[in-house]
């Protein structure tokens, strides 16, 4: 009786014993399992993440190509206008001062004043023009160039029209700048005397 209890004991041990080691195997296996999962999910993302970083790259590439392409295209169509516009300044150049000598030409149509530099080329009839510099205007072509003189020095030639204003114009808003200089100051004397 005893001994069958011992081997019953003994049974009971054992069984328990193996399903311990089972239920340790089944959780070992599990985590081994989890742990793929997990490896795979990491490499999953990870070769997402490349693949995205890999096509916005190329997205930025290729805007960068389509943008260097569209540079050189506008640098080639200006490179175009502005000698079809020599071209033409050329061809019109002894007609405009053979006019310009008889008189026809010059009458002054605007005064403007440059607030922008231009060098100009004086072999292109370009001319130079200073920031301040007052110009009479004797015509304005399609382009956007204008025909004038510098009032200081008398030189007559071809200049942008978008580096001058128009003298009255340009009169008003340095009034306006001085104006505002003034409210300026005056603000700052009134902060000065707050603090006093």
């Given at each position: 009786?005893?001994?069958?209890?011992?081997?019953?004991?003994?049974k009971?041990?054992?069984e328990?014993k193996?399903?311990?080691?089972?239920a340790?195997?089944?959780?070992?296996?599990?985590?081994?399992?989890e742990?793929?999962?997990?490896?795979?999910?990491?490499?999953?993302?990870?070769?997402?993440?490349?693949?995205?970083?890999?096509?916005?790259?190329?997205?930025?590439?290729?805007?960068?190509?389509?943008?260097?392409?569209?540079?050189?295209?506008?640098?080639?169509?200006?490179?175009?206008?502005?000698?079809?516009?020599?071209?033409?300044?050329s061809n019109?150049?002894?007609?405009n001062?053979?006019?310009?000598?008889?008189?026809?030409t010059?009458?002054?149509?605007?005064?403007?004043?440059?607030?922008?530099?231009y060098?100009?080329?004086?072999?292109?009839?370009?001319?130079?023009i200073?920031?301040g510099?007052?110009?009479?205007?004797?015509a304005?072509d399609?382009?956007?160039?204008?025909?004038?003189?510098?009032v200081?020095?008398?030189?007559?030639?071809?200049?942008?029209?978008?580096?001058t204003?128009n003298?009255?114009e340009?009169?008003?808003?340095?009034?306006?700048?001085?104006?505002?200089?003034?409210?300026?100051?005056?603000?700052?004397?009134?902060k000065?005397?707050?603090k006093?």
């Amino acid at each position: 009786d005893t001994a069958a209890k011992i081997s019953e004991r003994n049974k009971i041990e054992l069984e328990r014993k193996e399903t311990l080691r089972r239920a340790e195997s089944e959780r070992k296996e599990f985590e081994l399992k989890e742990l793929e999962r997990k490896n795979k999910e990491k490499l999953l993302l990870e070769r997402q993440n490349f693949e995205r970083q890999k096509k916005h790259e190329q997205k930025l590439n290729e805007q960068k190509s389509n943008e260097q392409k569209s540079n050189d295209q506008k640098s080639n169509d200006q490179k175009s206008n502005d000698q079809k516009l020599n071209d033409q300044k050329s061809n019109d150049q002894k007609s405009n001062d053979q006019k310009l000598n008889e008189g026809e030409t010059t009458k002054v149509i605007e005064r403007r004043v440059a607030f922008h530099e231009y060098e100009g080329d004086r072999g292109k009839n370009l001319m130079r023009i200073e920031v301040g510099m007052e110009l009479e205007v004797f015509a304005f072509d399609r382009t956007g160039w204008v025909r004038g003189r510098c009032v200081k020095s008398g030189e007559i030639g071809w200049f942008p029209g978008n580096f001058t204003k128009n003298l009255e114009e340009w009169k008003v808003g340095e009034k306006e700048k001085e104006k505002e200089k003034e409210k300026e100051k005056e603000r700052e004397k009134e902060k000065e005397r707050e603090k006093e």
